[in-house]
């Protein structure tokens, strides 16, 4: 694995991945100069010509590390991503595969052979083929299974048993356990043989004769203590480890809390099963954090930026249809009260303006909560005095934003009636906002529901309605007749 | 430091959490009798009260962890947050400090004496103060810089002149710099009259004579490799390291895509100037990340849960205020077509659906482009390719919309040349959505500012004003008269 020596690692990217793109440009018109040449040695010339392109791209991507090669990869459009995938594949083992992106993976692994995926597989380590299980088709799974050994079958079985949101998903193999009777010396001796430790290994995991684990022995204290110390007495035993079956999310704070490396995975019985690791944690976060900033955004999180257009299309469809839904149930309203519109047109231009103030607020407030639900910063104690604190805000928001459009509107109307009507509204608009803004992701979490997933396009769609409904009837009752 | 032994992290701080709480209301009851009573004793009573009530709070946390105890006091309110503080503090370093939200430590340190101040930052190392230089003031920054010596202070200066998205701004100068000329039994002897390596000290920086630095050496070789090999021999050449001026943004990437824990920072010489953890990039990542999705939500990132009402507010209207004037100009646009709405009221409530499903699709196309500017996977080669997919998808988009929309209103209305209009309408503004969408991010990215910034507001400012007035052309040109 190679990665790139002293270099700003991002200009590095970027100059591979344009040497790359000139290169399958050159190639493109390179063929398309064959093609044109309608000598006898046609397909001779072509498969010749072929080969070099092929070798051209095994040359220049060689020396990349796996990640390099998934993001030059990503940042391909599909047929060139085939194109070099195809050239490549071959030079490389499953890492690539690892590295690049649900959506990016699926277009690699759609135009594999069973037998292929199987080469590929057996330079992977069991919990490696674990991640990549979803994708790859049964009849080579199957194929793959068949080369595991009995112990590595039923690691692959133990990870695929869990939920992808469950630690036992994320975790890995390569942990080394010692028995806490051992001298310092003895395990020493034991790293010699083994030759090289996984990565990330830094710390070794102390276990009694029932593989239960009772503490940790930090790398560096065998560098600092004593060869003749007892692996018992130079242990740590205030140490973190995590149930198989604990939410990842968890898992992930806790990194981040106590500032970990690598952690022992246990079950039930406190027996070591697994070993979870910052890099697996990174990655992680990274992938929840961006699924959800696209899921908000009603985009898919398995869409890959050169997904094909049918394919992208209906990937968004799903959300903008909800959407249309909610757009014409807040706008019936509008509809019931066509008369007095008639009788005073500028509603028509102010009451949207409520009902946009509304969602924005909102936003405000649920996206807040959100966060704080997601830091596990709220709780039953708490929550009376954040809910308190909310509504005073919405008032004091309300009173000022409701005063301000009162103002515009009078400027713009001359009607000093009308200007209060609109104020009110958006004030009673921004308090149901507020409320609905805590009220939904509270609730959701309170069903032990993710309280992000739905709320923007929920809460857009009562204040909207309620924005329309409140400045209509008060219009109604206090302005036309 | 403790940290939780063999339990679920997040219910164990549930647990001390709810049990400060219910300290904390004990303590506000007794409080309330002590105030009832009205022996002659009583500032002597309360006075020992308080005392009981420190030492309760001080048992209670004195075996957390620092990050435990900042997780406490964010999820207090502000009155009995600074109760808690008041009691503990003694007995903390630094470190709660810098754990907890900046929000939050404001709170914390403006209580604090400068005295004070000076003892808690004595506990810390240079990269520690200087993340806490803006929030202290003035004079007790003074005092601390007396008490450092002169190389603390050159570290404190050199961090602080970088800007907090680069790297110096980041690093810390736990490193441990070895001679490549001395052999592994030489280094292993330096490392146990050390006693303690630095947390997360993964590796060993190898530099020459002139501080540059050659390579790194994993701290697994000095005990799987001979002790009489030269360090020249077992270290590695093929390493990541960062310029001291590089973005942050570029340095996390680096550490997912290469899965490191630390890494050696250098001037434009080479010479090794500090270090760079996995713990600091992971904080990075998710402070940047809550950072994005609150702003984006219009609440500032320095908003803590319990901020008082008044600050919060402050905190809101900038954002509030922008979407007034926002609502205001699309909304005026209304007012030129009045005669149009009087004669066909539907248009009033048909509209605002084609100017919000705008904003939605436009919103899902920026999305998309901000998170593959962020990857890195645009350049100037593919986002031609990029653009004309994001268009065919829009027109897709808005003829299946468009299609939909037009049924429905006619469902509602009977009126084909109405529901023609209003499917054009849709159409159309989903293709100046997705022009909108992909031109201002990547406008701002061009011009070298942050492309999530201000988007949405942006985008949904012109598909709003664009959704009423190309209905409404539409509608004077072919329905009314």
């Keep these: 694995?190679?990665?790139?020596?002293?270099?700003?690692?991002?200009?590095?990217?970027?100059?591979?991945?344009?040497?790359?793109?000139?290169?399958?440009e050159r190639q493109e018109l390179e063929n398309s100069l064959v093609h044109k040449s309608?000598?006898?040695?046609?397909?001779?010339?072509?498969?010749?010509?072929?080969?070099?392109?092929?070798?051209?791209?095994?040359?220049?991507?060689?020396?990349?590390?796996?990640?390099?090669?998934?993001?030059?990869?990503?940042?391909?459009?599909?047929?060139?991503?085939?194109?070099?995938?195809?050239?490549?594949?071959?030079?490389?083992?499953?890492?690539v595969l690892l590295e690049v992106s649900d959506a990016v993976r699926e277009t690699l692994i759609s135009g594999m052979g069973d037998e292929e995926l199987a080469i590929f597989a057996s330079n992977l380590d069991t919990d490696e083929i674990a991640d990549l299980a979803a994708d790859i088709p049964k009849r080579a799974m199957l194929k793959i299974l068949r080369s595991l050994n009995s112990q590595e079958r039923s690691h692959l079985k133990t990870i695929l048993s869990y939920e992808d949101d469950q630690v036992g998903a994320l975790m890995d193999f390569g942990m080394i356990a010692i028995r806490d009777d051992l001298n310092l010396e003895a395990v020493i001796v034991y790293i010699r043989k083994l030759g090289k430790l996984p990565g990330h290994t830094d710390k070794l995991f102390v276990v009694d004769q029932h593989n239960v684990v009772k503490g940790v022995l930090p790398l560096q204290r065998l560098l600092t203590h004593s060869p003749a110390q007892q692996v018992?007495?130079?242990?740590?035993t205030d140490f973190v480890q995590f149930q198989i079956d604990e939410d990842t999310d968890v898992a992930a704070r806790a990194f981040e809390r106590y500032d970990l490396i690598s952690a022992p995975v246990v079950d039930e019985q406190g027996q070591l099963q697994g070993r979870l690791c910052v890099d697996s944690i990174m990655d992680f976060i990274r992938e929840s954090t961006d699924e959800d900033m696209l899921i908000q955004a009603g985009v898919?999180?398995?869409?890959?930026?050169?997904?094909?257009?049918?394919?992208?299309?209906?990937?968004?469809w799903g959300w903008l249809l909800i959407n249309v839904a909610t757009a014409f149930a807040s706008t019936r309203i509008i509809d019931v009260?066509?008369?007095?519109?008639?009788?005073?047109?500028?509603?028509?231009?102010?009451?949207?303006?409520?009902?946009?103030?509304?969602?924005?607020?909102?936003n405000q407030t649920s996206m807040l909560i959100i966060r704080s639900l997601a830091l596990g910063q709220i709780n039953a104690v708490n929550v009376r005095r954040l809910i308190k604190k909310e509504l005073s805000l919405a008032l004091l928001n309300g009173l000022f934003i409701g005063i301000i459009i009162g103002l515009l509107s009078w400027v713009l109307y001359y009607n000093l009636a009308l200007s209060i009507v609109i104020g009110s509204a958006m004030l009673i608009n921004l308090m149901v906002a507020v409320i609905v803004g805590l009220i939904i992701p509270l609730g959701r979490n309170k069903l032990g529901k993710d309280p992000a997933v739905g709320t923007s396009i929920m809460l857009t769609a009562i204040t909207d309605s309620m924005g329309f409904f409140i400045v209509l009837v008060l219009a109604r009752l206090f302005l036309v007749h």
Excluded: C
């Design 300 to 316: 898919g999180e398995n869409e890959d930026l050169f997904s094909s257009v049918w394919k992208s299309a209906k990937n968004r």
């Design 232 to 236: 018992a007495e130079a242990m740590v």
């Design 38 to 95: 309608t000598s006898s040695h046609h397909d001779l010339e072509e498969a010749l010509v072929e080969k070099q392109h092929q070798v051209r791209l095994q040359e220049r991507l060689s020396d990349l590390h796996s990640a390099d090669i998934a993001f030059i990869l990503e940042s391909l459009p599909l047929d060139q991503r085939q194109v070099v995938w195809n050239a490549i594949k071959a030079d490389h083992d499953g890492q």
């Design 1 to 24: 694995m190679d990665t790139p020596n002293p270099v700003d690692s991002t200009q590095f990217l970027q100059q591979q991945l344009e040497a790359v793109i000139k290169l399958l």
């Design 337 to 362: 009260f066509q008369d007095t519109i008639l009788q005073l047109v500028a509603l028509a231009s102010l009451m949207p303006i409520v009902a946009a103030m509304g969602g924005n607020t909102g």
